[in-house]
């Protein structure tokens, strides 16, 4: 693939500035390894191209040469060095690196192979940021052990939630042959610090259950080769019920001993092709996937059962906690979907085995573009626990509208959950800072397809970068993730850089006040979940309810009136949100039912914040597409070309939602706008 | 198949009355015909297999014998009888005919073997609702020329608003190589009159549009052979740019020569396969079909040119008028999709050749529950009109729901359009007398599949059978109908009786009563058309709205206020639907937009009457399920559940229906129930 937006944010674009050329270049000349491994073969692959493409230097391979890289790992290289690298780096995680330099070398070592790996990617990310000789040394560790990423990808080769294209691992009812751009994939993921991926949808249906058995596991062999390559494991999403489906078992029972010797037979199969196998990854119960209740056993049950099965192997059982009753009935206002997961999972707290961690999505509803952060986590202070992202936009216009997340995965994490008093943040609970897990991380919903440029919009690239990027060293700002991003993909030019920088700033809270509005969530299309329909889910099964009317509008999750979900907080928080004057407004129709003559802090009343916000919205659409069209002249065709198509879709969305939005409110309130503007 | 359901009002039960055989059976010993003709051979097999099955008697095909039942046409019988049947049958329609019964025979006579086979028909029924002897001798005669199905089907075998299972024509990309049930398709539509039939899809997606070509030309042809032995003429749905699909012409411009020679030599080639061919029917230029709009030709253009290239084969274009804009802006209030087919054919009104015949809906916008009958019919006088009803529920419950129609279509029928002054019925304008048409009569869209049942809910059987001999013999009542439908289905005894007909007869209004109120429509679910989603279509591009708002609901279409579409009828009838004294209220708010506290007739406010309309439509059906339950001893197992189970479909769906409308008002109206019933 020669397009640009192929090779994202791994460009290796030419560096003109001759003067830095200079003084980097003598070090690029030669890389060597003192030791062997796919992993560190990648890094030096990486390497030359890296350099061939930014310094247009052919890089030697040689071993004996005084002058260059050297790369490895901290053991190996503290005795081939004659120096001390213990002291900096062995107290930090298996996966960090430090990068030092001599006159004439450079040292590029990890605890690790796959640290080396990191390693080298930084340093090539420096070198492309113009870093300066001094700046590139450094020391790094992850702040998170689980970084993953969940593919949706079914095996007919569409993507559940995906808006960019086919599977690159599926087609057809099977497993790609030319795995090229798997190849591809790994390298930018490892590029960004992803060490995990489960390659199949959540949602595990017939044949994806075949996926451990003989039938396929060569091939995922292959591809689990390709991860492990990259420093990355291989998971599998399985089917709870694959005992009964794939060998006729009368029984999927977790507590019935063929249903679990059936499983320890088929952990054993697949650790015999895959010695490294992450695990599997569960959705179990829900929206009416097979699971435990169905033998009246529990989540501990179920997971632990898997647990023992993989155990022996080092394996992991991913339990998602996305659990719910997705067969409510609309005039039931005592069951509350945001409860669900607080309300499953939090007794069985102590009841899971050391190699089961629960996922748990970062709000308590799914992914909206507002959502308060999901009181189970951190709730748990003897269970393993990792926050699920989706990265993949589904509700937040689909790569189609321009979103830039990581403003909110970094609000998410900012939250202080208070279980061990103030500091309790979601951050140091995920990292395994406030309770003493085994396991614990982030993982998300991948956003990439067999498009060209993978993500759809190519600006959608950012989240993926920045996911990895944020998951690595939560303490980047949104701004330097999207400058590092901006410079790798599209070059230093300081419009472009300023341009782009602001676009996608913008566009989380642009896309915010154009669409459902003070964390009401939920007036979206049903199904696809693009556009608005305000009472789409208004009448549906799914636990998804704002309950306007012609006064009012909101859900009441108080303990005092309402659905008491507010409880599932610390006091702090619960206080919190339950009171109107500190409830943070863009969260104050989640937690409360008011008036639309209610008055912000603005001094706006709920209805008049509707109309302007909706209004502004599409505003500021129409000002993104002024910014994009600034660089034209900077961007090559294709990209701009794709996302100038993005945003005219964007806009016309936009323009739905303020209308409908606007529309469906004056009819219900019979409220005017105070500004006289048109609503139909 | 030996389900008693497959054979649908063909039972041919056996008749206990002893006296009534003994009195009948003399004359069911032999039936010899004095031509040969397939139709008269199908005719005499159904004779031979209803006695069997009525009487246990095995005929004799005796061709000398000076007792039994002759059947043939009037001029060769004339002369074989030695008496003058010409006075009583020469005046009436090529398709009619008469009974006659001296001591030993009984001569059953057509105007042309189609005749004879309906004659033979109406002798088997009337044996099997006990007609006297004396009651025997009859002569009918067809009200419309045209009496015809279109079949929805697709050539993947799907049928689009089929509720019945899949085509009995097509499966997998092919006409199907079985066609024992199209053979029995045939049998039930002629025994109750019906002369045409098209057999795909008005929408004709790829594969279907070679359906014209060699490729399927000789498997059309068997059908047609099957159809033609029972009187009823087959037609195709083609799409109007085959020219460029099939033959990579570049244009199918109606007036490009190419394009019409195009059309010639495909006629041409049709015809010598099938000489009796039917001709075409066209959905062109709607819901995103090509038509000559694109080549800004109008649709005289269009269907004047397909109607010359198969004029001199005797063929007819059926040229459907259900065009409007498909793509409108909710937004825009200016425009009026009822008004459409008037708008777009009135004013071509004279410039269609005389083989064309236009296809009008019943009403305006699309088969709802109730609807003002289409204003363009009976508009034009000098164009022939076909109207078209709906058989398939699609909006009237899908099979699911109990809803019979032919009062509905009776209502149609009965609607004065006062284009030659008072007494100027939809009945007699598609009958040909009130203009001079040269083709006119009745069309329906086919409620049948693949089910065993043939309908998916056996009660529904009742619409295609009520539909055929409604659109015989208009002065025929629902009752009528009904009682005839079900003694030949389900037998005579009372209670069936009495309770089946009360159940058919309340079905329509209490279909009407639980769904959108008032004459109003579309608050049902998008897409599949099936249960509540009073929103669903508001903000929608298809042209179908309620504005409802807090104070009030309906759609002005007054010419005074309003869309002017009220002003599309002669004045008699503009003026009595534009008074709201005059205004029928069941089409209140498709006329009006009216207050929640307007008051009706009854002294309720509409609020009040849409509580109560819902709360008692949803008890009718509870009401309903009591009735069938009182037939259990007397209906076979299998449609007895059939229906049961439906039955509940329907409760479910009636209480969506009257929970989710009530709450929608009363959230929107702030009004309260009167009575004080629950609202959520």
Chains 1, 2 share one sequence.
Not at 434 to 441: A, T
Request: glycine residues 8%.
């Amino acid at each position: 693939m020669d397009l640009k937006g192929y090779h994202m944010w791994l460009q290796y674009q030419p560096i003109k500035d001759k003067q830095y050329k200079k003084a980097i270049a003598p070090f690029l000349k030669n890389i060597r390894s003192v030791e062997n491994s796919p992993v560190l073969s990648n890094a030096m692959e990486e390497l030359a191209m890296g350099i061939k493409g930014m310094f247009n230097i052919e890089v030697n391979y040689n071993l004996s040469t005084e002058e260059g890289i050297v790369i490895g790992t901290t053991d190996i290289l503290e005795k081939e060095l004659g120096r001390d690298v213990k002291s900096s780096l062995h107290e930090e995680s298996k996966e960090a690196f430090e990068i030092i330099k001599d006159e004439k070398k450079l040292f590029i070592i990890g605890n690790s192979v796959q640290g080396a790996l990191y390693g080298a990617h930084h340093f090539l990310r420096s070198l492309q940021l113009k870093k300066t000789i001094d700046q590139l040394e450094i020391i790094s560790s992850p702040k998170n052990d689980f970084r993953m990423l969940n593919q949706w990808d079914n095996f007919d080769g569409t993507v559940e939630r995906g808006y960019s294209g086919n599977s690159i691992f599926f087609k057809n009812d099977q497993i790609v042959q030319n795995k090229s751009r798997i190849k591809d994939y790994a390298r930018f993921l490892s590029s960004v610090g992803i060490n995990a991926i489960s390659i199949n949808n959540v949602n595990v249906w017939e044949k994806e259950t075949f996926l451990i058995t003989k039938k396929h596991l060569a091939e995922v062999k292959k591809i689990a080769a390709i991860f492990r390559g990259y420093g990355i494991k291989l998971y599998l999403s399985i089917n709870f019920a694959s005992p009964m489906a794939i060998d006729q078992l009368a029984s999927a029972d977790p507590l019935d001993e063929n249903v679990k010797k059936w499983w320890k037979d088929k952990a054993k199969e697949i650790y015999q092709e895959i010695p490294d196998f992450g695990g599997f990854v569960v959705k179990a119960d829900s929206e009416h996937r097979p699971g435990p209740f169905f033998y009246n056993r529990n989540h501990a049950d179920g997971a632990n059962m898997l647990a023992e099965a993989v155990a022996d192997f080092g394996g992991k059982i991913i339990w998602r906690c996305f659990v719910y009753n997705c067969l409510q009935d609309w005039r039931d206002r005592s069951t509350d979907r945001a409860r669900a997961a607080y309300d499953h999972f939090k007794p069985l707290d102590g009841d899971f085995l050391d190699n089961v961690i629960l996922q748990i999505k970062n709000g308590p509803m799914d992914f909206q573009v507002r959502e308060p952060v999901s009181p189970l986590i951190g709730a748990m202070q003897s269970t393993n626990q990792l926050i699920e992202f989706q990265v993949a936009q589904e509700y937040t216009g689909q790569q189609k509208d321009l979103c830039y997340l990581i403003p909110q995965w970094k609000e998410v994490l900012s939250f202080d959950t208070y279980h061990k008093g103030e500091g309790s943040t979601i951050e140091e609970v995920v990292a395994g800072n406030i309770h003493p897990y085994k396991y614990s991380g982030i993982v998300a919903v991948s956003n990439i397809g067999d498009d060209e440029n993978w993500t759809g919009n190519t600006l959608a690239q950012a989240n993926l970068y920045g996911y990895g990027r944020l998951i690595w060293n939560p303490s980047l700002t949104s701004e330097q993730i999207a400058e590092e991003w901006i410079i790798q993909t599209f070059g230093e030019e300081k419009i472009v850089r300023e341009t782009i920088l602001d676009m996608l700033l913008k566009s989380w809270p642009t896309y915010e006040k154009y669409t459902a509005p003070l964390g009401v969530g939920w007036m979206i299309n049903p199904g696809h979940h693009y556009g608005p329909n305000i009472d789409g889910y208004e009448y549906a099964a799914w636990g998804t309810y704002h309950f306007a009317d012609r006064d009012g509008i909101g859900v009441d999750r108080t303990e005092k009136t309402g659905t008491g979900y507010a409880a599932q907080y610390q006091i702090e928080n619960q206080r919190f949100f339950e009171d109107l004057d500190t409830c943070p407004e863009n969260l104050l129709l989640f937690f409360h039912h008011l008036p639309y003559k209610y008055t912000l802090k603005s001094g706006k009343s709920i209805i008049q914040h509707i109309y302007d916000t909706h209004f502004e919205g599409y505003r500021e659409v129409e000002e993104l597409i002024e910014l994009w069209n600034k660089v034209e002249a900077y961007v090559e065709e294709t990209t701009f070309n794709n996302v100038a198509d993005r945003l005219s879709m964007q806009l016309a969305n936009a323009k739905e939602w303020r209308d409908q939005i606007n529309t469906y409110f004056y009819r219900k309130s019979g409220i005017k706008d105070e500004k006289g503007r048109t609503i139909y």
